[in-house]
């Protein structure tokens, strides 16, 4: 897909850098992902496999920015246990990486979610609100921008809210929706 992205020519605006949700995203609402929004989104990654992909799916390509929004997945411990710390570590690694090239970063917060189907037992809503609470003091210390989706989208308890997702993780379009008009005004600033 890089490769074919190249050969066309094509600018790339921003780009979204994420796991299923992002796919989700751009499969769900194309019309979102107007030309030069690409949407990459790898069904189950963790951050460390983000870490990996920087290279040939962000820098290589030289978006304007990158959206990334990660750690729904580290929390599930889908490659293996993780810290809260591992999983910030790793998301400013990811910025570090893009600012160094020139790439201007927008630092999603991760979707609210109280259980997740694959994880049965597992309580996501405490470490979740731990990975956006250093998003959103980071982003500021690293003069990136936090684009902060729990308003839209969570309970006070931490849950999606009803309708906001199919299966209390995964957004619904009424949930895509959602998520859009928080970043729409963020793009619309960048020109993306």
């Known amino acids: 897909d890089n490769q074919n992205l190249v050969d066309s020519g094509r600018k790339v605006d921003i780009w979204f850098m994420r796991d299923s949700i992002t796919q989700i995203w751009d499969d769900s609402r194309p019309g979102f992902f107007t030309s030069g929004r690409i949407g990459r ?7 460390p496999q983000m870490v990996r992909r920087m290279m040939a799916d962000v820098i290589r390509l030289r978006p304007r920015l990158v959206h990334v929004m990660a750690g729904t997945n580290d929390v599930a411990g889908n490659t293996g246990k993780m810290t809260v710390q591992q999983s910030c570590d790793n998301l400013q690694a990811m910025t570090e990486l893009a600012q160094a090239h020139g790439i201007a970063v927008l630092l999603g917060a991760v979707p ?47 849950a999606m809210k009803p309708g906001m997702a199919f299966d209390g993780v995964h957004p619904t379009g009424q949930g895509f929706a959602a998520m859009e008009s928080v970043l729409a005004p963020v793009l619309k600033a960048h020109k993306a």
């Open 41 to 47: 989104g790898i069904g189950g990654q963790t951050t």
């Open 112 to 158: 609210p979610a109280d259980h997740f189907p694959w994880r049965p037992g597992l309580d996501p809503v405490e470490p979740i609100r731990r990975i956006n609470l250093f998003l959103s003091s980071y982003a500021r210390r690293a003069r990136a921008t936090f684009i902060d989706y729990t308003g839209v989208l969570a309970t006070e308890a931490g």
